[in-house]
């Protein structure tokens, strides 16, 4: 509604005897309807309405007025001023009432409703009062619906893009660069994606990203981890039961497929996904359908797959732990996220990054950093990806005051990990920029250097001979180093 609580109209007609004759209509009503303004041309109607924004609910205008501008192309220059604005069409006793084509150019044109005038002997109405009155109510309330749901689309849009603020990627480097690109290139259709990264690489943000910038953006985005679902609930999980498949069921259950139905499903760890499970999937992707347990008829549904892995998929296909159908259907569009330290100074962009969400979230200053703490950084490696760096900056937040030194760095609490790098094979970066103790270097020496062994050996009894020790004295000092 307007600004009062009358609705407002805007009456277009050129014979007063019309215009009274509509004026009289609705007088029985006339504490919430009134005319606002009358006017005898479609110029005339086109400057009130631009230059009284949003005062009119309601225009009736009559079809057969003087001047060029009337009709549909009237109709669709109101709108197009004011989308909301809510037309009503009076129209001469000469058009006929089953002319459907005359109709369906008002509709499309932007009418809300039209009526045919009774004919000049009935001097005191229009149309019947009660239906005229009906209509201009409905179109009131049609123009408020419409305004409303322009709002909520509005804060949705709103919110999903504080959600991709949230979910934002930080990097500038060529592999991320080309990952934000494909990211907003695939988005946009609706293939499954397979998701390649290391732990922690940010493989399960790059999905959610996927997802808020897919027309599937304001449905359901349903993360389920394969890895961590024990092998005989994974298919109850992803499809669901009926009450009474089996003993226990007590209940309906919906499957994670019905919960992200016209959303995103996000398979995570999906090389750990059990065979008899996979087959299931299979037939998802091909079929759209579900099969829940217990139930004979089938379940639509429309779902996107976002799978992600840390292992190399097409060799789990080679050694029979992967289906190699289902392995094509996942990886139409393959992602890679690379590890950290492939990123160059996104490591200081990330740096800075969780240095300002952690000091903002703990409600501290946010400290400067010293050049040499800033090489020591660079030079690390981050086994655990983003995840380890995010983490390194929320205790250095909590360790530091107002500058974070090499000292800050080197604190074991800090850069906790560096006993377990990962890349067994590199011998030259077990440094890391810190000095340790000799004990805990040793360790760390004695470490990569049997897992480097390990690497190259076919086997462990055939490693211990390489380096010259018994197996039995191999296996105990690997178990002390905790390698398996
Ligand atoms: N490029 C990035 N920009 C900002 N934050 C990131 C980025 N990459 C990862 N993160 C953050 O690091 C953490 C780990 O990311 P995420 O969970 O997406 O990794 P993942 O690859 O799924 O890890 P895992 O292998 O352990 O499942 C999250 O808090 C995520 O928001
Ligand atoms: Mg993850």
Same mark, same amino acid.
């Given at each position: 509604m307007g600004k009062s609580d009358f609705i407002n109209i805007l009456l277009v007609e050129d014979e007063d005897f019309d215009v009274r004759r509509v004026k009289n209509t609705i007088s029985f009503y006339d504490t919430r309807i009134k005319i606002a303004e009358v006017v005898s041309n479609g110029m005339a109607a086109l400057d009130l309405i631009r230059s009284n924004h949003d005062k009119y609910d309601v225009v009736i205008m009559d079809y057969q007025i003087s001047g060029g501008l009337k009709g549909e192309e009237l109709i669709t220059r109101i709108r197009d001023i004011d989308p909301f604005i809510q037309i009503i069409v009076i129209t001469k006793m000469t058009i006929n009432i089953t002319n459907y084509d005359f109709a369906n150019n008002l509709l499309k044109a932007g009418a809300f409703w039209f009526c045919t005038k009774y004919p000049g002997n009935i001097e005191e109405y229009i149309y019947q009062p009660t239906d005229f009155i009906l209509s201009i109510f409905n179109a009131t309330e049609k123009k408020r619906l419409e305004k409303h749901r322009t709002r909520s689309d509005k804060k949705l849009s709103q919110s999903i893009e504080n959600m991709l603020e949230a979910k934002r990627i930080i990097g500038e480097s060529k592999p991320m660069l080309q990952l934000k690109e494909s990211i907003e290139r695939y988005s946009k259709s609706d293939v499954n994606i397979l998701v390649y990264g290391a732990s922690g690489t940010g493989k399960e943000l790059v999905a959610w990203n996927i997802h808020l910038k897919s027309k599937r953006k304001y449905e359901s985005f349903v993360p389920i981890n394969?890895?961590?679902?024990p092998s005989e609930l994974i298919e109850s999980e992803l499809f669901g039961y009926e009450k009474g #498949?089996?003993?226990? #069921?007590n209940t309906n259950k919906s499957g994670l497929f019905e919960i992200a139905h016209n959303g995103t499903l996000f398979l995570d760890e999906v090389a750990e996904l059990p065979l008899h499970a996979q087959v299931k999937l299979l037939r998802v992707l091909q079929e759209g359908e579900i099969e829940k347990i217990g139930r004979t008829d089938k379940v639509s549904v429309n779902v996107r797959i976002i799978a992600a892995t840390n292992k190399n998929l097409a060799n789990e296909v080679n050694n029979n732990r992967f289906r190699e159908d289902l392995y094509y259907r996942l990886n139409v569009v393959p992602l890679d996220v690379v590890s950290l330290k492939e990123r160059g100074n996104d490591i200081m962009l990330l740096f800075d990054y969780f240095l300002d969400y952690f000091s903002q979230d703990m409600g501290v200053a946010k400290p400067a950093i010293e050049e040499k703490a800033v090489e020591i950084l660079l030079n690390y490696k981050y086994p655990g990806n983003v995840r380890e760096l995010r983490n390194i900056v929320q205790r250095l937040v909590l360790n530091c005051t107002d500058v974070i030194t090499v000292k800050d760095i080197s604190n074991p609490i800090i850069l906790r990990n560096h006993v377990i790098l990962k890349d067994e094979t590199n011998f030259d970066d077990v440094y890391s920029g810190q000095v340790l103790p000799w004990k805990e270097m040793e360790k760390i020496f004695r470490t990569k250097y049997f897992k480097y062994v390990r690497s190259i050996s076919s086997s462990d009894s055939a490693a211990a001979e390489r380096l010259g020790l018994a197996p039995s004295n191999f296996y105990r000092m690997c178990k002390e180093l905790g390698l398996k």
């Open positions: 394969c890895g961590s679902i #498949a089996f003993t226990g #069921a």
